[in-house]
């Protein structure tokens, strides 16, 4: 009580009764019995700064202890370790994932083992040149000439007793030797990876629609809350992430430097302290002095020399 009489503030962050003031909180002024008002609202004096005649009601009071953020509490909740504990199992898997994949690929061929010496033997070039000639004809002699007819004649005799149906079917039968023995196969297993393929697809449209929606929600949050028309900058988190802490302090952000700062921000954010607003100046302005005008000049370049 003695040091509200003598008439200092009381840091007690708690109370709002008993004539205590929290740090920077503005107190209610008593126009009249019964009629307290907040100081931003008071009548303006003849040389002060102008202020809003009403109050703007602005939905921003919140918790006065903010919810931590998953992993800077010293006690976490258990959903919270355990999403933790996700995260850097699924990185080191992915880790260990590529690393094997990589170990794989240096160790390829390696228990296969190659006959013969590469670099003497022969390149396509010269295997190609080494093909066989093409086999000449024999020239027709009356003895093969005999042997043709009748092997034409002996054909023309089946084709007749076997009939249409019958040189259909020895066509089709013909046939069968210039098509691949594993054909059907082939298409079935064409058909299973197609399949396999446009899942793969699916799923990777999928997955991209994912990762835009996380990036986009982890841009909402960096962006700086707002409530009605005021911008409030938003608060620094208390524990500077590994990508903050560089070595040379020249490239170190703002908000990570000065540990003043981050408790005026963890003030503001628990509405302790009036937050300050972010304000955006026109930086497109050139300011003139007064009475000057800004003409625009119009440079044509060299003039040439005419004759009138």
């Not at 921003?60 to 370790?81: C, F, I, T």
């Not at 069968?176 to 298409?187: D, G, V």
């Not at 197609?194 to 999928?206: F, G, S, T």
């Amino acid at each position: 009580m003695l040091a509200i009489r003598m008439g200092k503030k009381l840091r007690d962050l708690w109370t709002d009764g008993g004539k205590t003031k929290a740090i920077n909180k503005p107190t209610k002024q008593y126009l009249s019995k019964g009629w307290a008002v907040t100081p931003d609202i008071l009548p303006a004096k003849p040389d002060g700064p102008r202020r809003r005649k009403y109050a703007p009601i602005r939905p921003n009071k919140r918790e006065a202890v903010a919810v931590p953020l998953s992993g800077q509490s010293y006690n976490p909740s258990d959903a919270d370790h355990q999403d933790a504990l996700r995260k850097v199992v699924r990185k080191l898997t992915k880790k260990e994932k590529k690393n094997e994949k990589f170990v794989k690929l240096l160790e390829y061929g390696r228990d296969q083992t190659f006959e013969g010496n590469f670099s003497a033997d022969k390149n396509w070039e010269e295997e190609v040149k080494e093909t066989k000639p093409k086999e000449k004809k024999a020239p027709l002699t009356p003895e093969i000439i005999k042997k043709e007819e009748s092997a034409a004649k002996k054909k023309d005799k089946r084709r007749k007793k076997l009939g249409k149906l019958g040189t259909a079917r020895e066509a089709r039968r013909s046939l069968l030797h210039r098509r691949h023995p594993s054909q059907a196969k082939i298409l079935k297993e064409a058909e299973v990876v197609d399949e396999l393929l446009k899942n793969h697809m699916e799923k990777e449209a999928k997955r991209e629609v994912r990762v835009e929606q996380r990036k986009l929600k982890r841009k909402e949050d960096t962006l700086v809350k707002h409530y009605g028309r005021h911008y409030y900058q938003g608060i620094a988190p208390d524990v500077a992430p590994s990508d903050k802490l560089v070595g040379s302090l020249r490239h170190m952000e703002g908000g990570y430097v000065h540990p003043a700062l981050d408790r005026m921000k963890s003030l503001e954010e628990r509405n302790l302290v009036p937050a300050r607003m972010n304000h955006k100046y026109n930086k497109r302005k050139i300011l003139k002095p007064k009475g000057e005008m800004h003409l625009k000049r119009e440079d044509f370049g060299v003039l040439p020399h005419t004759t009138f």
